[in-house]
Each structure stands twice: as C-alpha cells, then as structure tokens.
C-alpha cells in the first residue's frame, strides 16, 4: 500500500560516493550531497536486537530511478547505508529502501 504524500515529512539528503587513489594503491571514498528528497522513516522490528549489516529502518521515497547499495541517505546529523532499493509494485510510484543506520 503506498505511502501517502503528507506522510512524507523527513527530509532527507541522497549521498553518492566518489572514490579517488589514495597514494599508496588503495582508493579513498567520500560522499558527494545530491538531490534533497522527502519521505518517511519507520524503525524495522524495534523488539528485535539488530546485528551489524541488518537493516535498521525502511525508508519510504518517491520513485527515483538509479538508487543503489554504494549510496547513503542522510537525515540531519544521522547517516543510513542503503542496503537495498526497491520498487514495491513495479507503478515507479515508491521507492522503498532498506537501511542500515550507522555510526557519523
């Protein structure tokens, strides 16, 4: 069932990665600020403890074509790793991702 418009009331920041060499072989990531993007957040299973790598929260977006794992949300000073992106019933209406809350 989609989420409706008025409920989407968190604004949050859609992050991609930019990896550069580091000097010694390696690669270093940072994330460059994208598009500012409205949705709601709801905590999965709370009762549950949750193991490192587990999704945490759902995040409920519009449609958005190109969302994936590399990227993060960010919802004021809180960082979410998506874990997956995934149009529910296939309208491109929603966008529902699957996050992992971590650490700043």
């Known amino acids: 069932m989609p989420i409706a418009i008025g409920a989407r009331s968190r604004f949050f920041v859609l992050e991609t990665p930019v990896e550069s060499p580091d000097g010694f072989g390696g690669t270093l990531r940072a994330y460059v600020p ?45 960082r979410f790793r998506i874990r997956a992106a995934d149009d529910p019933d296939g ?9 992992e809350e971590i650490a700043p």
């Open 91 to 99: 309208s491109r209406r929603d966008l529902v991702c699957l996050v």
């Open 34 to 78: 994208g598009p500012g993007l409205w949705g709601a957040i709801e905590v999965l299973n709370p009762r549950r403890a949750r193991r490192d790598g587990e999704p945490s929260h759902q995040v409920t977006l519009r449609w958005r074509e190109g969302v994936d794992a590399r990227m993060r949300l960010t919802l004021g000073p809180r």
